[in-house]
């Protein structure tokens, strides 16, 4: 049975950071593509950040360029994503995935979901 499951959300301030992790079970993590994806209210689903399998290529959203960093820890199936100079607009429920592309489009091509952790960054 493949899990996925979230971690590290939570309330800060703007400005400050936040590292999101994602651990995997029951797939063979090492050979799949990772990402991170957000959904605020009233907004659609976004791709964040995706990496390839062995960590080699990544994708990231204009919006958090420069402020995001993704990275993978095979031996541990787990997934990270380093939030840092966050903003009010990166409010949201953050999920990972597995199995997709790197480039993080179609998110669609991604078959195995978290349930989410929250972020809310206040002003």
């Known amino acids: 049975q493949v899990q996925v499951v979230e971690s590290g959300g939570g309330l800060v301030q703007a400005g400050g950071s936040l590292r999101l992790s994602c651990t995997a079970s029951?797939?063979?993590?090492?050979?799949?593509?990772m990402g991170w994806f957000r959904q605020a209210p009233g907004k659609e689903r976004e791709g964040v950040s995706c990496i390839s399998w062995r960590g080699g290529d990544t994708y990231y959203a204009n919006s958090v360029k420069g402020r995001f960093t993704i990275s993978r820890d095979n031996a541990k199936n787990t997934l990270y994503l380093q939030m840092n100079s966050l903003k009010p607009e990166d409010t949201a429920m953050y999920y990972c995935a597995a199995g997709g592309s790197w480039s993080c489009s179609p998110p669609a091509s991604f078959n195995y979901w978290g349930q989410g952790t929250q972020v809310t960054v206040s002003s």
């Open positions: 029951g797939l063979i993590f090492a050979n799949l593509n």
